[in-house]
């Protein structure tokens, strides 16, 4: 167990929807990062967020948001959901030097 | 742009092979290279990290990769394969940022 945990493990949305997903980090990491990963592909890069600001940002359009709070938990927000965005959506935490660790992920499917 | 290749996308082995995949990645400065495993029905969980000093690195349950920067390359490698070895392997790069960058993934499928 890496000790992030994400909810809910499973949702359903129609097109046009809006989604919000949540993030534990690891006790003690500051920095908390989400991906998205498409049916045989890796996990590409949607944001970072440290310290409840964003601290870089993949190459998604703006209707993917989040937020961090004051104890690093985060969101993911997407908006006006579309079919493509069916994929495991992936948080990681992170410690400097030490890597990300990962949860066990969202799985989002669009209809 | 920076980005990861794995080359094998699918390797099948018998127990007691032998294992090397390949990963290499395009970018002429410093980078923190990672290897990560996904066992079926879980999450992500890292194998093994370089970010400096000895470029062989070793890992939890036996696997080791070597840095080479000359080739950038971060081949992960097992000597010995268990049947609970069966999983998806990625190599991640992150070098600028904070974001890492994933390969595709290399499926590997153990046979008893």
Known sequence: ETGVTQSPTHL???????????????????????????LGQGPQFIFQYYREEE????????RFSGLQFPNYSSELNVNALELDDSALYLCASSSPGQG??????????VV | AQSVSQHNHHVILSEAASLELGCNYSYGGTVNLFWYVQYPG?????????????PLVKGIKGF????????????????SVQW???AEYFCAVNATTNKLIFGTGTLLAVQP
């Open chain 2, 64 to 79: 080791e990769a070597e840095f080479i920067k000359s080739k950038f390359s971060f081949n992960l490698r097992k000597p």
């Open chain 2, 42 to 54: 879980q999450h992500l969980q890292l194998l093994l990290k370089y970010f400096s000093g000895d």
């Open chain 2, 84 to 86: 609970s070895d069966t």
């Open chain 1, 55 to 62: 601290n870089g940002r993949g190459n998604f359009p703006p």
């Open chain 1, 12 to 38: 359903i949305k129609t097109r046009g929807q809006q989604v919000t997903l949540r993030c534990s980090s690891q006790s003690g990491h500051n920095t908390v990062s989400w991906y998205q990963q498409a």
């Open chain 1, 100 to 109: 990300a660790f990962f949860g066990q992920g969202t799985r989002l499917t």
